[in-house]
């Protein structure tokens, strides 16, 4: 029984595609994120949302939309991707903070050639 | 700018003995400190947190020191197992969002 799961776990593509990672969580939490992990090992939040609606949203490009259809899912979709987009990218979940830990899915290694 | 920093990229431990993982941060307004433990291909997991307002808390072999004053945080294991080796992540909640260091790759050796 995975808590926060992602698919797919590794995604390689071209220059220029269109691409969505997908993100459910069976814990009944209120927030989801992403995080991405660059190839320096930094691990940053990209979005939040709660209840589906965006609530943190970091200074990432416009070619990267949250999309949250319903409180248990988080997907990413990613336009136009470039080289530098090739990273980690984590999803979690969380019940509403401040006091709740963060539980993170198993990451999604994209690489864009 | 970097808020959350792990100087030691990594820390290497001989089994039995203790495993000391630091952290210093620069705002103030972090609320919550929490250690993360990482294996590699796996998403971080939780280990262990601190609210702003103590000073040290303790579940197991691990135990959390939190420095207001220093602005610093650490991570002691005691005693350290092999199974301990992985990547530990520090990382400072203000509201919705933690802001991670680069992490310490601890080894654990037999």
């Known amino acids: 029984d995975t808590a926060v799961s992602q698919t797919p776990k590794y995604l390689v593509t071209q220059m220029g595609n269109d691409k969505s990672i997908k993100c459910e969580q069976n814990?009944?939490?209120?927030?989801m994120y992403w995080y991405k992990q660059d190839s320096k090992k930094f691990l940053k939040i990209m979005f939040s949302y709660n209840n589906k609606e965006l609530i943190i949203n970091e200074t990432v490009p416009n070619r990267f939309s949250p999309k949250s259809p319903d409180k248990a899912h988080l997907n990413l979709h990613i336009n136009s991707l470039e080289l530098g987009d090739s990273a980690v990218y984590f999803c979690?979940?969380?019940?509403?903070?401040?006091?709740?830990?963060?539980?993170f899915g198993p990451g999604t290694r994209l690489l864009v050639l | 700018d970097q808020q959350v920093k792990q100087n030691s990229p990594s820390l290497s431990v001989q089994e039995g003995r203790i495993s000391i993982l630091n952290c210093d941060y620069t705002?103030?307004?972090?609320?919550?400190f929490l250690w993360y433990k990482k294996y590699p291909a796996e998403g971080p997991t939780f280990l262990i947190s601190i609210s702003s307002i103590k000073d040290k808390n303790e579940d197991g072999r691990f135990t959390v020191f939190l420095n207001k004053s220093a602005k610093h945080l650490s991570l002691h294991i005691v005693p350290s197992q092999p199974g301990d080796s992985a990547v530990y992540f520090c990382?400072?909640?203000?509201?919705?969002?933690?802001?991670f260091g680069k992490g310490t790759s601890l080894l654990v050796t037999p």
């Open positions: 990382a400072a909640r203000i509201g919705y969002a933690l802001n």
């Open positions: 979690a979940s969380s019940q509403v903070p401040p006091r709740e830990t963060q539980y």
């Open positions: 814990l009944g939490h209120d927030t």
């Open positions: 705002n103030s307004m972090f609320d919550y």
